[in-house]
């Protein structure tokens, strides 16, 4: 079974759109809600597996509000059903317009999830008109091993206000991750993983001649599988970077290594001196 592989789904945000029929379009992976692009579809066990994609065509009413369902089922490679979620009644208002909904569904990839392929069908039907239209991806879940999982951005340390990796100058951007399949010291009982993350300019050079590092050697209970990492950016200046964080397993003497785009955006001023 794919537990706990919650398959949570939602609307993010509505923005301005016109469509005759209803369609699901720019599929996309990505690290979090509303995070930077994953640029793979094989999947640690410990990760998350986040589709992103844009509904077109749902019938909205005078006050914009749109009605609808969404539904996930997971196979195997066999083509045996290991996850379903239920149709979802929702509801949004498109507040700028348009029938153009973005909107999102995922996957917590536990434990006792079996390495190998999988593919996921997401259905979406509109409440009102009952038109229905289907997506299907393909993922892999990777053998266990040492590796970074469930990377997002956000604007707060609790996690609790997903942003993509966008901001301006002022602004604090945290990273979180976690750092799965470490050893463990055979006497001390406790793992050794050691982190750093780098900021590259548009260049590729790195931005402070010392990386950002943290350090997990102790405290750390036998039953804990995983180990979390947060760190704060702090954007003072505009341009295009790649956030670049790394672990090391220094028992194993296993690496693992992620990284996506960063952009911050100079807020020109529009008042006018008198």
């Known amino acids: ?19 005759d029929q209803l369609t699901i379009s720019n599929v996309k992976l990505t690290h979090g809600l509303l995070g930077p692009e994953r640029q793979s579809n094989k999947i640690l066990s410990g990760d998350s597996y986040f589709i992103a ?23 195997d490679s066999k083509g045996n059903v ?9 509801e ?15 996957l917590d990839i536990g434990p006792a999830v079996n390495p190998g392929e999988y593919a996921v069908k997401i259905t979406v039907t509109d409440r009102t008109t009952k038109a229905t239209q289907r997506t299907r991806q393909k993922f892999e879940v990777l053998p266990k091993a040492f590796g970074i ?18 901001g301006v100058p002022g602004q604090t951007l945290w990273v979180h991750f976690q750092t799965v399949g470490f050893q463990r010291d055979s006497a001390s009982k406790q793992p050794d993983v050691h982190v750093e993350m780098r900021i590259l300019d548009e260049n590729g050079q790195p931005t402070l001649a010392k990386p950002i590092t943290g350090d997990v050697n102790e405290d750390v209970s036998e039953g804990i599988s995983v180990i979390p990492w947060h760190f704060s950016l702090s954007l003072n ?11 090391m397993d220094r028992l ?6 992620v990284s996506f785009p960063l952009v911050v955006i100079d ?8």
């Open 252 to 257: 194993s003497k296993k690496t693992a290594k």
């Open 53 to 75: 994609f844009e509904i077109d065509g749902l019938k909205a009413d005078d006050a914009g509000r749109v009605k609808y369902t969404l539904a996930m089922e997971t196979v």
């Open 92 to 106: 949004a208002r498109n507040l700028l317009g348009g029938s153009h909904l973005p909107a999102f569904s995922f």
């Open 1 to 19: 079974m794919m537990a706990p592989a919650l398959a949570l789904l939602g609307v993010l945000t509505a923005i301005a759109g016109t469509s």
């Open 267 to 274: 807020q020109k001023s529009s008042a006018t001196a008198e």
């Open 149 to 166: 999982v469930k990377l997002s951005t956000t604007m707060d340390a609790t996690m609790q206000f997903p942003v993509p990796a966008l």
């Open 237 to 247: 200046r505009a341009g295009k970077y790649t956030v670049e964080a790394r672990a």
């Open 82 to 90: 290991v996850y379903t979620q239920n149709p979802r009644d929702l």
